[in-house]
């Protein structure tokens, strides 16, 4: 049982009883420097005149518990997640936690950006501590309406129970009192192995929500006297508009209106022609005979071949190194066994199942926004700037998100919006199309990586150095320091082989681009992972060990030996059969810690299959294993996609891929069976939405290595051609 005495105080808890009415309203204050540490919140206080009050629980006279969520749901669980947690410490029955969108407020809420599987892993502690405290002052609240001592007193499902007496409170009858009362100075929260709740596969509550219909998405919502718009944009990314012809699209019925527009990319602003309609389709028709000649001029135009091509050179050159220990180089001249290999992954568009939509509402004084957003805080900071408007004049409201993976935490598509809004002065939805989605990105960047290796006479890694070329996210603004360097090189490497590796060189050399690029889910460690653990396959193949005890003898820490063990375990590593292919991975990402192994064999003809994906997280502390495995699948059938299935190839300048004809997607026949593990310790919470990816290709190309001697370097590849 964990007992907290410090920092939980009045400074600590926000109390609102006495201004929310018939309730007990409690919440956490974050501060706009984004430290979780907090400051007293005393709504009468002078001090704090003006500061606008979060709220994470309300409980009604009713008993109703409402959370108010800052953070989205775009199909990782957020709104499951969240209300068994507040659930178990606050002894409620899960039926009774509602849950509503917070809108967006970075002063209240922190940062709300959904991203790097944050949610649970930088909250749980605040929200067990938050409802237990609610706990506690209703507990308190019936031990004076009693006059009992309030160590005879527990909660339960939603009462207050007298243990001597059986007599009982609902909740809603002690929230007047509670409201009352001060939050109490010490908290002991649950030990893990008398949760209930926790750690309990539970069905999804907003499942039904979304096969009945009755969730709102972006584009289910609808405003009074609300506009459509499509957007006519630069395929080549850059430009400005030379000119357009309206003559025909303004013959379309239902066009209303027709004028240039800026979206605001990175701190580019480029330019597109809007079709503002009373309906879509007038809006998509009216686009299709809208004709707009670009003004292209400094804009050199890019192949995936030039784009390789001098990614490829850039790597012979000089790289800025930020990582290193010992002295790779000498090491390397003088080894007796060494390997070099290069490795390719491509760009890849987000493809999120529902695409991008947005409404606005622009008025003289104020701006309102709805739709899929996984960042409101953003988008509230962003418009504010443009619009030149107070902060509290922007609001942003979230809806289910149909898929995210980093696209819908960009604020170019409200932009957009707003400044169309602005334009007819009323409420607009700009709905992008597939193609649009598809092709305008921004994108995951596609890298190459040159990994050299060199190993002892024992057979472990001597000297092991990695060189990454490709776009930086982190300096796409016209105002960034291009010459900072991408520290992602390692993201996804297993911390434990820093230690067991005497030399090492991590190094990039960023390639400048106009091509837009962005957060793909687990980001680069998406990409790196491909590289990094087929090159530690190719090494431990080299050194004449099994690729399972390779990563074993370089992963020291009892943590990662436990997953190893479990992962051979479960996968029967050991006693793979005559003409199966057996390959592993094993990545670290956004604290997590993921094992999976790849079965492969030949088909009647020859080619190879996928048989089954055994898959082991170290996820530390959690909360529905349900939502754990649903989320290391969902993972792995979107790291097949990119191993074998799609790619954003470009031409001109352009995009070549611009619908699931041609970027297609893994049908439900390309997924082998997976089987997936959570490992039981008592580690801090880590990420869950995003770690199963990265280990799935090299894992599958290991064993497909394993079974044909086969080594593939460049993704994608299409399994017939093996």
């Known amino acids: 049982m964990e007992t907290i005495n410090k920092n939980l105080s009045r400074r600590n808890f926000i109390k609102l009883g006495g201004l929310s009415g018939a309730a007990l309203t409690l919440g956490l204050y974050f501060p706009a420097s984004g430290k979780d540490t907090v400051g007293i919140i005393t709504p009468e206080s002078e001090e704090n005149l003006g500061i606008d009050l979060n709220a994470w629980i309300s409980i009604d006279t009713t008993g109703k518990v409402t959370i108010t969520n800052h953070r989205a749901e775009m199909g990782q669980g957020s709104f499951q997640s969240v209300p068994q947690i507040i659930a178990e410490e606050l002894e409620v029955d899960l039926n009774k936690v509602h849950i509503i969108f917070a809108q967006g407020n970075n002063k209240k809420y922190g940062s709300q950006v959904t991203g790097g599987s944050s949610t649970i892993r930088g909250n749980y502690q605040k929200l067990l501590r938050l409802s237990a405290t609610a706990r506690e002052m209703l507990i ?5 309406k009693w006059g009992v001592a309030k160590s005879e007193c527990y909660a339960e499902n939603g009462f207050v129970i007298h243990k001597p007496s059986g007599k009982k409170f609902g909740y809603g009858e002690l929230v007047e009192e509670a409201s009352k009362l001060e939050p109490p100075k010490e908290i002991a929260l649950k030990d893990p192995k008398n949760y209930k709740i926790l750690r309990k596969s539970m069905p999804r509550q907003d499942t039904p929500l979304k096969t009945n219909g009755t969730a709102i998405f972006g584009l289910d919502k609808k405003l009074p006297g609300m506009l459509y718009a499509m957007v006519e944009r630069n395929p080549r990314f850059v430009g400005k508009v030379k000119s357009f012809d309206d003559t025909e699209t303004k013959k379309v019925p239902g066009v ?17 022609v809007a079709v503002v309609a009373d309906n879509t389709w007038a809006a998509m028709q009216g686009r299709k005979v809208l004709k707009v000649e670009w003004d292209d001029s400094g804009f050199t135009y890019h192949s995936t071949e030039q784009l390789y091509t001098k990614m490829k050179e850039q790597l012979k050159g000089d790289v800025i190194s930020f990582k290193t220990k010992g002295n790779f180089n000498a090491a390397f001249t003088k080894a007796e066994k060494k390997l070099e290999a290069l490795y390719e992954t491509p760009y890849e568009s987000h493809s999120c199942m529902e695409p991008l939509n947005c409404i606005a509402n622009v ?10 957003i996984q960042a409101p805080d953003w988008v509230q900071g962003n418009l504010a700037g443009a619009l030149k408007l107070p902060m509290d004049k922007v609001v942003v409201n979230m809806t289910f998100l149909g898929g995210g993976f980093g696209r819908k935490a960009f604020t170019d598509y409200p932009f957009e919006a707003a400044m169309i809004s602005k334009e007819i002065k009323g409420p607009v939805q700009v709905i992008w199309s597939r193609e649009d989605d598809t092709t305008l990105g921004p994108f995951r960047p596609g890298m190459v990586y040159q990994c050299k290796g060199a190993l002892s006479k024992g057979g472990s890694i001597a000297a092991f150095e990695t060189k990454m070329a490709g776009q930086n996210m982190s300096t796409q603004n016209p105002n960034a320091d291009k010459s900072n360097y991408n520290n992602s090189t390692t993201e996804g490497l297993l911390e434990p082989y820093f230690d067991s590796i005497p030399h090492y060189s991590f190094g990039d050399t960023p390639l400048e681009s106009p091509i837009p690029v962005m957060w793909w889910r687990s980001v680069y460690a998406s ?3 491909f590289a990094l ?3 530690l396959d190719e090494m431990a193949l080299a050194a004449g060990k099994d690729p399972m005890d390779f990563r074993k003898q370089h992963a020291g820490e009892p943590r990662y030996q436990d997953l ?10 050991k006693k793979r059969g005559k003409n199966e292919g057996y390959g592993v991975a094993i990545t670290e990402c956004f604290t997590s810690i993921v094992g999976e192994v790849v079965k492969v064999s030949k088909k009647a003809d020859g080619k190879v299959k996928i048989d089954k994906v055994w898959a ?3 996820c530390g502390w959690y909360v529905n294993p349900d939502i754990i495995r649903a989320q290391v699948e969902g993972s792995i059938v979107m790291a097949l996609g990119a191993a074998v299935k799609h790619a954003t190839h ?32 008592d580690e801090k919470a880590g990420g869950v939405g995003e770690p199963g990816l990265p280990p799935f290709t090299p894992a599958l190309t290991n064993a497909i290595c394993d079974l044909t001697g086969k080594r593939i370097r460049v993704l994608p590849f299409n399994l017939e051609d093996i």
């Open 140 to 144: 308190e609240a019936a031990s004076k």
């Open 527 to 529: 990409t790196n992972a």
């Open 533 to 535: 653990e087929s090159f």
């Open 256 to 272: 209303k209106h027709v004028f240039k527009v800026t979206r605001d990319t990175f701190g580019n602003m480029f330019e597109g």
């Open 616 to 618: 082991v997280m170290d």
């Open 564 to 573: 190893i063990k479990k992962l051979e375990e479960v996968s029967g590593w």
């Open 650 to 681: 470009f031409v001109d300048g352009k995009a070549v891929e611009k619908n699931f004809n041609t970027y297609q997607m893994p049908r439900i026949t390309d997924i082998p069976e997976i089987e997936v593990h959570i490992m039981d310790n």
């Open 363 to 372: 008025t003289a004084d104020a701006c309102e926004i709805w739709g899929p």
